[in-house]
């Protein structure tokens, strides 16, 4: 029988979410740098240029690491942004979301160059991910199924339970209550949303209290 080997899914961040990430620890190390300890990380070279003029984002190496993530198309960005996007995002000389739109071909070609099966498309963005309101990057991925969308609350959750043992309950809670007040949104919204998050969490702490500790394959 053939050894089943497993490899890092792809996670794909863009900058807001980096920016409600910021000046969090989470055992022992910056909440944003545990991207790269979890996943492999790629984001599209407009991500890296808007970190770089966010001041607020100097701090933890987080630049740094961009730059050393930044994903090389094999095919021009223009085309492939005109072929996958337009039809879900019709004026592509819009700049406003011009980072997620590259981040969704990334992507896309770490999937059809067969280098990844799925990605993990990390965005606090939340009406471009609301299918309520047909957010662009929420018909873009229900479309094509080649990942998941993630916001910081989500893989505040991940980490969690990844690291349960490790991440206590209350310090997580308090981490879902700083993101969630950076997210903002109408009155009434953030209590409801992070009202939904604490509950996930509370459920997840109930499973794996109930459960043996795993013994790790993978730091």
């Not at 190496?61 to 996958?84: G, M, T």
């Not at 406003?96 to 799925?118: I, M, P, T």
Request: positive net charge.
């Amino acid at each position: 029988m053939h050894n089943i080997q497993t490899s890092a899914l792809l996670c794909i961040p863009d900058t807001n979410s980096l920016i409600h990430m910021r000046d969090i620890e989470v055992i022992n190390d910056d909440l944003r740098l545990w991207l790269w300890k979890e996943f492999d990380v790629k984001l599209s070279k407009t991500i890296c240029d808007e970190i770089q003029s966010h001041q607020i984002l100097a701090k933890g190496n987080i630049q740094k690491q961009c730059n050393r993530s930044k994903w090389s198309f094999q095919v021009p960005i223009d085309k492939l942004e005109k072929a996958f996007l337009q039809s879900f995002y019709p004026n592509l000389d819009n700049r406003g979301d011009r980072g997620e739109r590259h981040n969704c071909c990334v992507a896309l070609e770490a999937v059809l160059s067969g280098k990844y099966r799925q990605v993990i498309f990390l965005t606090d963005e939340l009406k471009t991910t609301d299918s309520k309101q047909d957010g662009f990057l929420f018909q873009v991925f229900d479309t094509f199924r080649i990942g998941k969308i993630w916001s910081s609350l989500d893989f505040v959750l991940y980490l969690f339970t990844r690291h349960w043992n490790r991440f206590r309950f209350q310090i997580a809670e308090g981490v879902l209550r700083d993101i969630n007040s950076r997210l903002g949104g109408q009155r009434g919204i953030p209590t409801k949303r992070f009202e939904c998050y604490h509950s996930k969490l509370k459920e997840i702490n109930k499973t794996l209290s109930q459960l043996p500790a795993y013994p790790k394959t993978r730091s």
